[in-house]
């Protein structure tokens, strides 16, 4: 990447984190804590997003919070009881690495009063992000590219073309009635002009399997649509059905992004972020990989 990349990633200043879902594949765990909060390893899926948006040069983070807000808040915050007493027993650098996830950036916490879907999540952010264009990264899809952050890599396509863009991945068919699927004409370079963009399409109704993924960078003239979006699939209001809007009256492009996706807000893919994350820990890789070995020896299938 040039730094006039870079750069003109950076002029995406601001971005919306929504982690105010009800987390109901992971009940009972997320009757008391946010699903955004589960360990992958030893950190919290949210830590890593927003890491992920640190590392592309965002500076304020708006996270969307339902239940559990205060151990969202708390995470991010100076945990000073917690410091102190580390220090005064010797534990330095383990104290230096909780205050480090204090100052990582600028949080700013808005409720959003009950789940009425992703759409209406990212509309609660309207009054901070005001009139700018701005990252969305989904609280439970991470994205594992060391090479270029994935909300960096979005950043980038739409400071190249001034349109909204959201991250893209190929699904096998069987797969396409759980994403939101979008299709167009591939432009060169992973940058596809969609012409249609749709949530969960019924089985063998797809119009393509490109899949979309938690990760997006919008224009504020995405907060109006969304004001007047009606309830969509499973009586929630679908950003999906905002950026169909969008599609029609300014165009939409999406990105095939570089990197390994996991869906942490699924079971297996929760499981599988575990297992690739702990597998690059250099204090896990081998005692782990001795276990794996002998699990696929001697499970049966
Ligand atoms: P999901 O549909 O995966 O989250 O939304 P969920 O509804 O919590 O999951 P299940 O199906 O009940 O297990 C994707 C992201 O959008 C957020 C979620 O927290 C998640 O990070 N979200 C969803 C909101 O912030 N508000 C909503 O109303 C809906």
């Known amino acids: ?63 969307i919070n339902g239940r559990g807000k205060s151990a969202i808040e708390d995470h991010f915050d100076i945990g000073f009881e917690l410091e102190t007493t580390m220090r005064a027993r010797g534990k330095t650098a383990e104290a230096d690495k909780l205050r480090a996830i204090a100052n990582l950036v600028r949080i700013v916490s808005v409720r959003q009063k009950e789940p009425l879907g992703l759409g209406h999540a990212v509309l609660c952010a309207r009054s901070v992000i005001g009139n ?29 073309h001034q349109k909204a863009v959201i991250a893209l991945m190929e699904v096998p068919d069987s797969e396409t009635h759980l994403y939101g699927i979008a299709a167009g004409k591939d432009l060169g370079n992973g940058v596809i002009q969609i012409d249609h963009v749709v949530e969960k399409p019924k089985k063998g109704t797809a119009p393509s399997n490109l899949a979309v993924i938690g990760r997006y960078v919008l224009p504020p003239s995405i907060f109006p649509i969304l004001e007047k979006q009606t309830t969509g699939v499973g009586g929630e209001i679908q950003l999906t059905d905002g950026l169909a809007t969008l599609q029609k009256t300014e165009g939409l492009l999406g990105y095939k992004f570089q990197g390994q996706r996991y869906d942490a807000g699924d079971k297996v893919g929760y499981l599988k972020a575990n297992i690739a994350y702990a597998l690059k820990r250099p204090d896990l890789r081998g005692g782990l990989m001795e276990y794996l070995r002998e699990v696929v020896k001697t499970e049966k299938p």
Not at 5 to 34: E, H, M, Q, S, Y
């Open 1 to 63: 990447m040039s730094s006039t990349d870079t750069k003109a990633a950076k002029l995406i200043r601001k971005c919306v984190i929504p982690a105010a879902g009800l987390g109901t594949r992971f009940l009972p765990a997320t009757k008391a804590v946010p699903k955004e909060m589960l360990p992958i390893v030893d950190t919290p899926t949210l830590q890593y997003i927003v890491e992920e948006a640190v590392a592309a040069g965002i500076e304020d983070v708006v996270v």
């Open 132 to 160: 700018e264009p701005f990252g969305v990264l989904l609280g439970d899809d991470m994205i594992d590219s060391p090479e270029e952050p994935g909300i960096g890599q979005l950043a980038r396509i739409y400071q190249q």
